[in-house]
């Protein structure tokens, strides 16, 4: 029996879901058939396995394939057996179509430990007769028919200038902080053999060399959601991400792995945003933490917009940085619940301040705070502008490159992409903008206009 023929069925179901959907009769009717040779050479026979987006398209005019996808949806594992597809000839010894790739990761950790060692990684894939050993002083694999692959950072571009290759496997680029010039470089390099190619393998962000990338002519892609590769997946991890994420811009961005434009004229773009990534803050002169209060108090309410910003204000205001801490914004409080989150992430950070607007609350926004804690600083603030004129010079504060954004802030720069100049398009309130925009007007832009207001001297 040719194993290959059944593959990949006609309704885009692998080979193995076919034949787990058929009866005990005809399974094991289809491994009698096998013999000996064929049994041991079936789990590494990839297309047999594999879902529909992580085999190649068709034909021999692309260069560069794009496997968009969700977490967890299999990219990973494309990416491998892509690899192995190109290096491996028809017995262990024998060249393969490809004997020099590049494999590039954001650090060289990621591709160490994901794109080699990981579960879904090339060693792991491969059959012990074809297995490449890996050369960590030389960050280098090696097959036994003598195919090379070497490791490269997307945080030393520089590195890719000299080596040349046939083939490579690029994993995540969209999170890349030196995606273009790691991308350039990468491209002077793959100029070995007839039909030099390359798989690059992410989820989706719009960012400019992504986008960039799949409008080539010469570029194909494949996608497929989280939810394609449930089978591999612990149902609890699914169950949590879904819950949390499902119908925001984050979920679909991360779960469905749909390349999520920007609004026309948006205050924050994806890129702004991704230019903005930080590890980790500096020591900060002053924190605050900003709530935007929701009207009503239930299970139906709006969320409570609950963000922490500290800023570094050495110098004139020109040289002022803030960096957005953490978003501590909770659904479905009752006005106790909420004021209790507010006053918890101002004790867990060291606020000096907690600013509330109280348009909506007026005095029993503060009251219902001083039940929490009584003595804490605290500071009304009513807008008496929309929320676009507030949030312009806020967004400025980006353009210049002065604000940072720590880790784990996806729901709140969800809220930020959907701010346009006709005001917020998501469908709900932009709670966690709102407070966002307090905070950094608090620690940047009010204490800077006082500081370049001239002195008024009396006469």
């Known amino acids: 029996m040719d194993m290959r023929s059944i593959s990949l069925r006609p309704d885009g179901r692998s080979g193995a879901d076919w034949l787990a959907c058929e009866s005990a009769a005809v399974r094991d009717d289809f491994l009698d058939q096998l013999e000996e040779g064929e049994l041991l050479a079936l789990p590494y026979l990839f297309e047999f396995w594999a879902m529909g987006h992580q085999l190649p398209p068709d034909g021999m005019d692309w260069k560069t394939w794009v496997i968009l996808g969700g977490r967890g949806a299999g990219k990973t594992r494309a990416g491998a057996e892509w690899v192995r597809s190109m290096v491996e000839g028809s017995r262990p010894l024998d060249a393969g179509r490809a004997s020099r790739v590049a494999l590039v990761g954001e650090t060289l950790e990621q591709v160490r430990e994901v794109m080699v060692h990981g579960e879904s990684g090339i060693i792991a894939c491969s059959p012990p007769d074809r297995k490449p050993v890996w050369h960590e002083t030389r960050r280098r694999l090696t097959w036994p028919n ?25 994993d995540e680029l969209a999170k890349w ?49 989280t939810e394609a590769n449930r089978a591999n997946l612990a149902a609890s991890f699914l169950e949590e991400v879904e819950r949390r994420y499902a119908g925001t811009r984050l979920g679909r961005q991360e779960l469905e792995g749909v390349l999520m434009a920007d ?6 773009t994806r890129s702004m945003l991704s230019a903005a990534q930080v590890s980790k803050a500096p020591e900060l002169g002053r924190i605050v933490v900003a709530v935007d209060p929701p009207v009503t108090g239930t299970a139906q309410s709006d969320d409570c917009g609950i963000v922490v910003v500290g800023a570094v204000m050495d110098g004139p205001p020109q040289g002022w940085r803030a960096f957005v801490l953490e978003d501590a914004s909770v659904s479905g409080m009752s006005p106790q619940g909420w004021a209790e989150a507010a006053c918890e992430a101002a004790r867990r950070w060291g606020a000096d301040r907690l600013v509330a607007e109280v348009n909506q609350g007026g005095d029993l926004v503060e009251s219902v705070l001083r039940q929490v804690d009584p003595l804490m600083a605290y500071r009304a603030v009513r807008a008496s502008r929309g929320k676009v004129a507030r949030a312009e010079p806020v967004a400025a504060l980006y353009e210049q490159g002065r604000v940072g954004h720590l880790p784990g802030l996806g729901t709140l720069e969800d809220q930020m992409c959907l701010m346009g100049p006709q005001g917020f398009e998501g469908d709900a309130s932009p709670d966690r903008v709102d407070a966002l925009v307090w905070a950094l007007t608090d620690v940047m832009l009010e204490p800077a206009a006082k500081w370049s207001r001239p002195a008024v001297r009396s006469l």
Do not use: C, Y
């Open 146 to 170: 003598g195919a090379m692959a070497q490791a490269f950072s997307a945080h030393d571009p520089e590195r890719l200038r000299g080596p040349q290759f046939d083939a490579a496997w690029v």
């Open 177 to 225: 902080k030196n995606a273009e010039a790691t991308w350039d470089m990468l491209q002077f390099g793959l100029r070995l053999g007839e039909n030099p190619r390359q798989v690059v393998t992410t989820t989706p962000r719009n960012v400019p060399v992504l986008k960039r990338i799949l409008e080539l002519d010469t570029t194909v892609q494949t996608h497929a959601p």
């Open 263 to 268: 609004i026309e004229g948006a205050l924050w």
